[in-house]
């Protein structure tokens, strides 16, 4: 989810820093509140200028209503559904998702995270929201499944590719060699990875797939953005994939946000705006961003194959 007003960047905070999932060490249950209290008073003044700077709000919302509301005009052509949505830390909320679907008369809930790869961070922390609230307002009798990762799904990597290939149109002329292919993937707390998290490796199994299958003749890279707190996370950093490429006398970037599906702060501002300004700073020439995956008509029939699946299967 992201903050859909300026007033509502530091309450959308909080609800982030009080994920224990997020903030988590010895004694955190008696600290987090205060602590999610203190970080999102502090870090609102900076976020909220980022978000005044891609137009006041986050994108997400409206973009994930329009990707469910496409699968359910796929998923109508098979059987009768109805695709809510239910955001982690801002409305609509997990909770107000679940009392709308109370009100209606359905035989199965199939959870479909929008997080193709699997981390606790994301995809964990997500369903243990959905059991929290279900457990809370007395959702039960409902047979639910839950679809956890599709990091490998052929229509998900062909999705990536054409988005990459719409970009790639633009440094027409140059030399595929002279180009460099960056994805850039949201870290994760190298904690999570050492106690045995999947999100790396499914990451770079995606960016194994989108480059066998788009075929370029360019030189790529992988690296991580979105760094929070003191603990050491997943490198190299995207600004220092970028200082590196720089260096080396690189000219050409072309930066894939690899396992974001929708545009929102961290590819509009974080990528866009603030490694954009870093980049021709440090001498790039031309840096083109892949938008997001959005309402990708492959990206649709990846997450409508994978319901389709789900129901034939009688899982």
């Not at 300026?6 to 010895?26: S, T």
């Not at 700077?53 to 973009?63: F, Q």
């Not at 457990?135 to 062909?158: D, F, M, V, W």
């Amino acid at each position: 989810g992201g903050p859909d007003s300026l007033k509502a960047v530091e309450p959308f905070l909080y609800n982030l820093f009080c994920d224990p999932d997020i903030i988590n060490f010895p004694g955190a249950f008696l600290a987090r509140k205060p602590l999610a209290k203190l970080i999102s008073v502090r870090r609102s003044k900076k976020v909220v200028e980022n978000y005044r700077a891609i137009g006041g709000k986050s994108p997400i919302s409206e973009l994930t209503r329009a990707q469910a509301a496409a699968l359910g005009r796929v998923l109508n052509e098979e059987f009768p559904a109805t695709v809510f949505v239910a955001m982690r830390y801002w409305h609509p909320l997990t909770e107000e998702t679940i009392a709308r679907l109370q009100e209606g008369n359905y035989r199965k809930i199939i959870l479909l995270p929008l997080y193709p790869q699997y981390s606790k961070a994301t995809t964990v922390s997500s369903l243990k929201e959905w059991e929290r609230q279900a457990k809370r307002l007395g959702l039960a009798g409902i047979p639910t499944e839950t679809i956890c990762s599709y990091q490998n799904h052929p229509l998900y990597i062909e999705a990536i590719v054409e988005n990459i290939d719409l970009v790639y149109e633009r440094f027409r002329g140059t030399d595929p060699a002279a180009i460099d292919l960056v994805f850039s993937a949201h870290g994760t707390p190298m904690s999570l990875v050492n106690a045995g998290d999947p999100y790396k490796s499914q990451i770079e199994e995606t960016v194994r797939l989108v480059l066998e299958k788009g075929r370029w003749q360019s030189p790529h890279v992988l690296c991580y953005q979105s760094k929070v707190g003191p603990m050491q996370w997943l490198r190299p950093s995207l600004t220092e994939t970028i200082g590196d490429l720089a260096a080396r006398g690189r000219k050409n970037l072309l930066v894939v946000p690899v396992a974001f599906v929708t545009d929102h702060v961290e590819t509009l501002h974080e990528i866009n705006i603030e490694a954009r300004k870093e980049a021709l700073h440090r001498g790039i020439r031309r840096f083109e961003l892949m938008p997001g995956l959005n309402s990708s008509p492959k990206f649709i029939a990846c997450l409508r194959d994978l319901v389709v699946e789900n129901v034939m299967s009688g899982a």
